[in-house]
C-alpha cells in the first residue's frame, strides 16, 4: 500500500496518525509540508481527493488567517490555494493519500486514517 502523510512533527494529531499508519504495517511517504509546501496545483488536487470544498482545509484558528489583510473570497479556489501556499502553516493536518484509489482523510481525530488503510 503507498500511503503519503502531510505530516507536522510538532503536532500531536500529526504524530498519532503517522504511528497509526506505521502500526498498520504501513511505512508513508512522509511529506513535511511546513519544509516543502505543496504548490496551489497540488492543494486543490488534495481538496479533490477529499472531496470537499478547499475552504475545508484552511486552519482559520491560525494566527496568519486571522490577521490577515491579503486573504481571498474563500470560494475562490484559485487565489485560496496560492494564498494557502504562499502559507502552509494554514493547511488542516495532517492529510493522508492512498495513492492508488486516490482517496485522502484528515487525521482529525487520528482514526480517521483506520478507513483508508482498510
Known amino acids: 500500500m503507498a ?7 510538532r503536532c500531536s494529531k500529526s504524530r498519532k496518525t503517522l504511528q497509526i499508519i506505521r502500526d498498520a504495517g504501513v511505512e508513508p ?8 509546501a505543496p504548490g ?11 472531496g470537499v ?3 475545508n482545509l ?7 488567517v486571522r490577521e490577515a489583510k491579503d486573504l481571498p473570497a474563500l470560494d475562490n479556489d484559485v487565489a485560496l490555494a496560492a494564498w ?7 493547511l488542516q493536518r495532517p492529510i493522508v493519500v492512498d495513492m492508488a484509489s486516490g482517496k485522502a482523510v484528515v487525521g482529525r481525530p487520528p482514526e480517521n486514517v483506520a478507513d483508508l488503510l482498510s
Open 3 to 9: 500511503v503519503t502523510i502531510y505530516h507536522n512533527p
Open 29 to 36: 511517504t512522509i511529506i513535511l509540508y511546513l519544509e516543502e
Open 40 to 50: 496551489a496545483a497540488e492543494i486543490l488536487d488534495l481538496a479533490a481527493k477529499l
Open 53 to 55: 470544498p478547499l475552504s
Open 58 to 64: 484552511l486552519r482559520r484558528g491560525e494566527k496568519v
Open 84 to 90: 494557502m501556499e504562499a502559507h502552509p502553516i494554514t
